[in-house]
């Protein structure tokens, strides 16, 4: 699974891309995220309040309960300010 | 069609490309977003917009689609800037045309509106006490939404 962090994501967790084999019982968005915060004090901080995260899921809006395959492109990134 | 480059634009070349030779067109209305050099917290000396390469392009893509669902129009166009710029500098492009300007004005306003809170960009500002990433605005997020349900007049009368 791949990875891509942006703006402050990428920052705190000092990753712009990574490929990761998350375990097995990491099945959707919300159980990645808690996984991740494991992976580091960088990554816990960048996750602490999810309000403020977004995820896309190949290029897409995912929500936390959707469903992941091992071969996504999965993407972290604060609310957009575009425009 | 959709742009998104780091190079500057200039808007009256872009608009008059975007109508040249489409002679249905009745107006087409541009929207020419710049840098200020005063943001909510104070003075910018900059800002850097980062993207995610890929699934901006398909956004703005999808947003200037539902636009031409929503409205009749001829021809639209969005570029919208990365990289670092100045006060001053313009970031992006909205221009939309159609054969009658009710149709044109509304979907200039609904582009804009909806790519502020849809594609993926974020703004990095450099200020006097050092760099700050741009926080969405709350009322963007209820601009944005107003136009969830399409209600527009397509068929308005000069």
């Known amino acids: ?83 | 069609m959709i742009r998104v480059q780091r190079e500057d634009f200039d808007p009256a070349r872009e608009t008059q490309a975007l109508v040249e030779g489409k002679h249905e067109i009745g107006g087409v209305v541009s929207f020419v977003g710049l840098v200020r050099d005063l943001a909510s917290g104070g003075a910018i000396s900059a800002m850097t917009l980062e993207h995610y390469p890929g699934m901006t392009e398909r956004k703005l893509a999808e947003i200037e689609a539902e636009a031409h669902t929503r409205w009749p129009l001829a021809a639209s166009l969005i570029i919208h800037r990365y990289g670092r710029l100045e006060p001053g500098e313009r970031i992006v492009l909205v221009a939309t045309a159609s054969s009658h300007r009710d149709a044109a004005f509304e979907a200039c306003r609904f582009l804009v509106d909806w790519l502020k809170t849809k594609a993926p960009f974020w703004k990095l500002e450099e200020t006097p006490q050092g760099e700050r990433w741009v926080e969405a605005r709350a009322e963007d997020d209820r601009t944005a939404q107003e136009w969830a349900q399409p209600k527009s007049k397509p068929e308005a009368a000069e």
Do not use: C
Request: no cysteine; aromatic share 8%.
């Open chain 1, 1 to 83: 699974m791949k990875l891509i962090y942006f703006a402050w994501l990428k920052q705190r967790t000092g990753t712009a891309e990574e490929e990761v084999t998350p375990p097995k019982e990491v099945t959707d968005v919300a159980a990645l995220l808690e996984w991740l915060k494991s992976r580091g004090p960088g990554y816990a901080a960048a996750l602490r309040d999810l309000s403020v995260v977004r995820v896309a899921v190949n290029q897409e809006f995912a929500r936390l309960d959707h469903r992941l395959e091992p071969g996504d492109e999965v993407a972290l990134f604060p609310p957009v300010t575009g425009g």
